[in-house]
């Protein structure tokens, strides 16, 4: 959940897996401050036109209340949270896919994990 609550510097795990509890404590924190940055990016420019946007892109079409759902009807549900749980290949592009998804949302407990 982002919290640093685990225990790596237990003294009855090995060094080995204490370095890799620290290393992917160190990873999830980049990775929250990353996802932290991109949320508030898109709260602050969501429904924005090119001439109010910070970066001049036309945003007026981007209405989804999160980034996480805007992201989910981008990738079309594409992200199953499982086998491809980390990137939208299709980003961008005009997905128009009708294939059956088990999962709605799979980036819905995204702010959880990170």
């Known amino acids: ?10 003294s ?3 060094n080995l897996c204490k370095t890799a509890c ?5 990873w999830i ?6 996802w932290d940055g991109m949320s508030k990016y898109y709260e602050d420019v969501k429904g924005m036109d090119q001439y109010s946007s ?5 945003y007026h079409a981007v209405s989804q ?18 086998d491809n749980c980390c990137h939208c290949q299709k980003l961008g592009k005009d997905n128009t896919s009708t294939s059956p998804q088990t999962n709605n ?6 702010e959880k994990v990170v």
Do not use: F, R, W
């Not at 620290?22 to 160190?26: A, G, H, L, R, S």
């Not at 910070?54 to 036309?58: Q, T, Y």
């Not at 805007?70 to 549900?77: D, E, H, P, V």
């Open 1 to 10: 959940n982002g919290d640093n609550n685990d225990d790596c510097n237990d």
């Open 105 to 110: 949302d799979p980036l819905e407990h995204m």
């Open 54 to 58: 910070p970066d001049g892109v036309d």
């Open 29 to 34: 924190k980049s990775k929250k401050t990353e």
């Open 12 to 14: 009855s795990g090995s």
């Open 65 to 82: 209340p999160t980034a996480i759902k805007y992201l989910n009807q981008k990738c079309n549900k594409e992200i199953d949270g499982k």
């Open 22 to 26: 620290t290393k992917y404590n160190d």
